[in-house]
């Protein structure tokens, strides 16, 4: 074998072993990465609500979440959440009680996983809304331009 003009004879094993090391390496520089959870309280973002995105603290266990009605006309909007903490993260359980054009009142429930490995996208309840969970120390430990990208309003 030749590099850079030198010979090289590599035996199978030296062979086996760097093919090993070409393999593991994207997984050993991954790890050296950042992680994007640090800390083990819970703060969930809602965006694409039409009065803008939200963040949320679950703190409590137990807490609502969206509290929006109309005075001028009988349409509403209120979510709770119970929130369960596991080994891995938390699960949490939002109960929705909602009346809207339609006129007919209705409850929905929806359960989520937010693990402490990852960052989850769900649609949260309507077409167009989105939830996204992430742990972080502190309120103060939260950077808005990694929860909510893009240009301050």
Same mark, same amino acid.
């Given at each position: ?65 969206? $509290?929006?009605?109309? &005075? ?6 209120? *979510?709770?959440?119970?929130? =369960? +903490?596991? #080994? ?30 990852? $960052?989850?996208?769900? &649609? ?6 989105? *939830?996204?969970?992430?742990? =972080? +120390?502190? #309120? ?14």
């Amino acid at each position: 074998m030749q590099i850079f003009g030198a010979d090289f004879s590599l035996d199978v094993r030296t062979r086996a072993f760097f093919l090993v090391l070409i393999v593991l390496a994207p997984l050993l520089s991954a790890q050296q990465l950042p992680v994007p959870n640090r800390g083990k309280q819970l703060f969930i973002t809602i965006k694409g609500r039409p009065s803008g995105d939200v963040i949320v603290a679950m703190a409590p266990h137990s807490r609502p979440v969206i $509290q929006d009605w109309s &005075r001028y006309n009988p349409t509403y909007n209120f *979510i709770s959440a119970v929130v =369960r +903490r596991m #080994p891995d993260g938390c699960r949490v359980t939002f109960t929705r009680y909602v009346m809207s054009e339609d006129y007919v009142p209705r409850i929905e429930r929806l359960e989520l996983s937010f693990p402490y490995s990852q $960052q989850p996208l769900y &649609r949260f309840f309507d077409d167009h809304v989105y *939830i996204i969970g992430f742990y =972080r +120390r502190s #309120p103060t430990d939260i950077d808005r331009n990694e929860v909510v990208p893009g240009p301050r309003t």
